[in-house]
Nanobody, 117 residues
């Protein structure tokens, strides 16, 4: 059974930093894209940053230069370093793994990030 366990959310002031971590278990994610999505109240879930199985990285325009995604293939982990956080970054952040060609996708339970003075 595939499981994704997230940690690292919380409350931070504007301009602050947080680091989100996601550990996967139940399979090896070598051929999966791993990434982070977020969903703010009343809004649709959106992709924030993706680390592909081929070693490429993709970011939503609004987080470029502030967020950095990294993954460890051996440890089945993906992390999101978030710097210079803004109130509009407030959302529930979800870890996601996706094996596109197989049509497999799994989600973490979500972790709340709140940016407020």
């Amino acid at each position: 059974q595939v499981q994704l366990e997230e940690s690292g959310g919380g409350l931070v002031q504007p301009g602050g930093s947080l680091r989100l971590s996601c550990v996967g278990s139940g399979t090896t994610f070598r051929y999966y894209n791993m990434g982070w999505y977020r969903q703010a109240p009343g809004q649709e879930r959106e992709a924030v940053a993706i680390a592909t199985s081929g070693g490429n990285f993709h970011y939503q325009d609004s987080v470029k230069g502030r967020f950095t995604i990294s993954r460890d293939f051996a440890k089945n982990t993906v992390e999101l370093q978030m710097n210079n956080l803004k109130p509009e970054d407030t959302a529930v952040y979800y870890c996601n793994v996706r094996r596109v060609l197989k049509g497999e996708e799994y989600w973490g339970q979500g972790t709340q990030v709140t940016v407020s003075a």
